[in-house]
């Protein structure tokens, strides 16, 4: 019990120190460790496991909405990242530039891609020549770079691995509903997959995306409040096209620009996990995710029978779950601990006693209640429990969202809210960026989150300026 | 049918021009398209399936076999790169240099991982422990860059996607053990799933993997009788671990240097299949591999009844199949060429006549064979259809192999087959570097692809140099 106290002791408390809590988690859950170099980090076996399960079951969404996968070199030369004025104006400050290959220095710098666009756009420049050839709808998974100050795992680091969608269609109409089924698609991962609720809506002009026209986004609150960009979905118009020169031949037979999306999530979508579910004794992971759903641990193993029923529970559970049979030699309360911090959902235990009564010891992660199953309901009663879990851990994060959820309907209200109630601010907004950027100096950090899809009307002016309000946006702070 | 011809015309023969003939099929089936960076490529839809596929197959070997998936930095500062002597004589050379990072000029410089063992041994020595903490038995799935001078898709290009294992173990025996055992895994899924045979064998001191004590190798041949060094699995022994500093307190209570392997496979695996088993009219994808299995081809779709029994058909067969319906408006002859160019096993044709007999036309796309199949017993016929093509695919490739491989007795012998008979020589080695390099520029390229585990005496004596022969080795030309 001694490794039990002291991996308990280990972690700092949530209500204390955020920060340090998270961080803490990261790793003695083994999620990740630190590189040599500065922001890359290395994702351990279960770290990477949650992104493999995130990856299948996006990548399913995607392929079943008509999605084909791709991948694109990593380097961008510097005269393609700057044929687009915004988007190489948002993305140069933060290149990882290659000037030196196979011992000659290049005639041109390459940058390390932070994202896509441009590699999508000059292919697409070859591949479309007709309507015949749209839509595409082309996604690739890989990882990309961007030269942080400050990093965080899985928040903010240099790089980083993250799916980005590139589509192409021939109407405006038709880009914009891709750019919003997009937004769904992640809504719904986040709320079947992962547990979590989340605010979605469309950025303002000073929020979106790089050459974007338009940015949608889904910002789900931490448990402490602060917001995440939890994934964000765009729509181009026909910028990129006119400025790759990407045209086609329309029905009419005349020459048209296509119309672009670009979508993306990341492993950025780990840290929200962190934050919006775990506690004090570890992560608490959503059954779907979980690279270990059930923990079997004998207890008294050593006793006859109990791992060849251990081991019987095993194979019967295996049909229906990822399952871990612990048979190490650690105590059983080690490796209650153990599985605890790591966020398994379900936790079984079977001892002598147990065996005799025909039942066994089900412990579920995120409440900690325990119920003694009988053995030939075990099965069906975990599938139930699953189910059970993944709702309550939606349902105390909704709480936690909508607890922290505020309405300033005055100037003076804002930063009242803002400097005393961590969490999401509602209030109306003139459309300015004078506001936007006023409101975010006086509050230390408080940013326009996005404007819902249904704006309530609050108030007829702005809770900045006082002149006549144009959308209720959501406000807060963000990592 | 007009499109049906140009199609075909496009292709240059393999008999005529095999070089031209396999980018053509690079080309024409989508598999690749050029980047503006030079040797890097862009995996279309298709040539992704084909590598998504592979990668779903190994995978579950690895895990099978014990595996953890991981992830390592891209980057690699130069200090540690060069922690390892022979390593970074290998490496250096050939690769791409990060000197600027967020428009600072960085302090060091930083190498795009060429592969990762330098990575892997920084983690060990922070992971490991003592015995309890080994075997580490990780893999990574990443992409990699090799600064190449001459580059061609697939097979030689300067960023390329991969897989890397890299394990530690207690002793020199297991890591020895498991060396092989990779090696085994890649020759089934080369046998399994490929369709494709291959000597395997160590490599000689020359040939070997830079740093490594033991490199294994697979090597199938391609059409054409020349070599490709398939995938290698390497044991290093101590020598990484004692540059990196990485101990263990073992079962002694002293401390030990760990024993360390590493063997990857990588996307060059597409130029084998395609230079092993493809023709004339395009690709040849064995079933097990193929993005698409059954194509399923409506012939005068707009008569009543043929399009609503087409779909019915493809409901029966995605039970089982990856299937594609083409209802298009192309003619039937150019679907025909369509998925043969892209070298799906078995084409589907359903018309009225057949649906009046209650059958349809199925035709494997390896030999070109056609039978007519009464409805009822498609599904069951095309899942024997498919173990016998992928049998027959492996057994022509044996055949091919079996033909080129000859043996040479003597020097003359040696150089007159390495002049006349594209192929494997086997041929007894007295075991210096000097001979092998003599061999080499004798012949214009015919270097040694392996030692088999089993050797054949063919004859006393080193075929170059006539000193006592120590090993039989397979000798050939290589892309």
Known sequence: MANNKKMVEAITSRDEDFAKWYTDIVKKAELVDYSGVKGCTIYRPYGFAIWENMKADLDRRFKETGHENVYMPMF??????????????????????????????????????????????????????????????????????????????????????????????????????????????????????????????RKTEKEKFAGAEETYTIEPMMHNGVALQGGTSHYFGDGFAKSFDITYTGRDNKQHYPHQTSWGVSTRMIGALIMVHSDDDGLVLPPKISPIQVAIIPVAQHKEGVLDKAYELKTELSKNFRVKLDDSDHAPGWKFAEYEMKGVPVRVEIGPKDIEKGQCVVVRRDTREKAFVPLENLSQFITDLMQDIHNSMYERALKNTQDKTFVARSYDEFIDTAKNHPGFIKAMWCGETECEEKLKDVTGGVKSRCIPFEEEKLADTCVCCGKPAKHMVFWGRQY
């Not at 011992?103 to 292919?123: I, W, Y």
């Not at 998974?141 to 990093?151: G, P, Q």
């Not at 919003?180 to 809506?201: N, Q």
């Open 76 to 201: 961008i030369p510097e005269s393609l990242l700057q044929k687009e004025k915004d988007h190489v104006e948002g993305f140069a400050p933060e290149c990882a530039w290659v000037t030196v290959g196979g011992q000659e220095k290049l005639t041109e710098r390459l940058c390390v891609r932070p994202t896509s666009e441009t590699l999508f756009c000059e292919h697409y420049k070859k591949i479309i020549n007709t309507y015949r050839d749209l839509p595409k709808l082309y996604n690739q998974w890989c990882s990309v770079v961007r030269w942080e100050k400050t990093t965080r795992p899985f928040l903010r680091t240099s790089e980083f691995l993250w799916q980005e969608g590139h589509t192409m269609h021939e109407t405006a109409e038709e880009a914009k509903e891709e750019t919003l089924k997009m937004l769904h698609v992640y809504e719904a991962f986040y709320r079947e997959t992962l547990a979590i609720p989340a605010v979605i809506g």
